[in-house]
């Protein structure tokens, strides 16, 4: 999953901070999970753990993979393996109707639409594995593991299939070679044994009173681009719930999905709202030298509620994409530690 900001880079700079300068941490939480890399690393060192985010899709993608500790057995669907039936059924043989479609209708070419985000073929197959998953969930014929499972699984294919160069804010004006790809879903691979991962599709503001942690990792988006625009089509594939679209792209509505975090004028009061109700006595805070906020302005909202001598930054330089029109200057990552005056 191609992800704006993803940490995969600063796991090990994250993981110093937590071995260097806490002590006795065993619960975190990580309050905008996004792709989900960090709280599956942290999965994996044991450490029980409490994922959020506020985009529907990203939240499918941990509930049905980092929330679970095996892979789920499917046993009322007698079907063998489910990913094998979905990545086999075609749209003859899966009694759907293609006015239910709403991707292929929406977001392919056809006579009806310009949209070139997907080829027709892998635009019907998103939609009937999409339907089919419901029509199980409807049936009872799957658990609530077993439908993020599969919808977790889904959501990982669609973007190895999708006329995009890294998000959905727009589509390419030709077919990129992926595109001819057939959609095929796999098995998630950051399902773990160990550890225990609860995960929440929440305003930050409202979960974090009710949650209590050791840590709190938080990777709050830092411009003042919006991210459900950039992946509204995986939001609307993994909610399936045929909302009103416009424009070029087919943007579905997101006013009530939009972010404290990317408006200058708000972002400050969200860092001290987040961070007063943090419930934590630890506080890690991943940020960007292009954010709306100063090195100097973070700096000092966290020494405000930090413990004496606590406080800890640090630089890391980030080689961001360059393209062959344009090529940007340094870039830095940004890490802000401190523990909280209780």
Not at 314 to 334: A, L, M, P, W
Request: neutral net charge; proline residues 3%; hydrophobic residues 35%.
């Amino acid at each position: 999953m191609r992800y704006i900001g993803g940490k995969s880079h600063l796991l090990p700079e994250i993981q110093n901070l937590i071995s260097q300068r806490t002590f006795g941490v065993h619960k975190v939480i990580d309050l905008f999970s996004g792709s989900g890399v960090v709280a599956s690393h942290f999965k994996s060192l044991n450490f029980e753990v409490i994922g959020n985010d506020f985009l529907y899709f990203a939240y499918v993608l941990s509930r049905g993979s980092t929330a679970l500790n095996k892979v789920p057995t499917f046993e009322k669907l007698n079907l063998g393996s489910p990913i094998d039936y979905l990545n086999n059924l075609t749209f003859q043989n899966s009694n759907i109707a293609f006015e239910d479609c709403f991707i292929y209708q929406n977001y392919s070419p056809h006579e009806n639409v310009s949209r070139m985000y997907f080829q027709n073929d892998n635009a019907l197959k998103i939609d009937i594995v999409r339907l089919t998953i419901e029509h199980w969930k409807k049936q009872d014929l799957i658990s609530g593991d077993e439908y993020f499972f599969l919808l977790a699984s889904l959501i990982s294919a669609v973007p190895y299939v999708s006329n995009i160069t890294g998000v959905y804010g727009a589509y390419l004006k030709y077919w990129d070679k992926r595109t001819f790809n057939s959609l095929e879903l796999v098995n998630p691979t950051n399902i773990f044994s160990n550890g225990k991962a609860t995960f929440y599709n929440q305003d930050c503001n409202s979960l974090l009173p009710t949650i209590s942690a050791d840590l709190l990792y938080a990777d709050p988006p830092y411009n003042s681009r919006q991210y459900l625009p950039n992946y509204h089509i995986l939001e609307t594939i993994a909610k399936y719930d045929y909302p009103k679209i416009h424009g070029v792209t087919g943007m579905r509505e997101y006013e009530n999905q939009k972010s404290e975090f990317c408006t200058k004028r708000n972002v400050e009061s969200a860092f001290r709202k987040m961070i007063q109700n943090a419930n934590v006595r630890y506080i890690i805070i991943s940020y960007n030298s292009e954010g709306l906020l100063s090195k100097e302005q973070l700096s000092s909202i966290c020494l405000d509620f930090a413990k004496k001598n606590s406080f800890f930054w640090k630089d890391i330089d980030y080689r961001r994409y360059n393209n062959v029109v344009t090529k940007f200057g340094r870039v830095t990552e940004q890490l802000y530690f401190f523990e909280k005056v209780q």
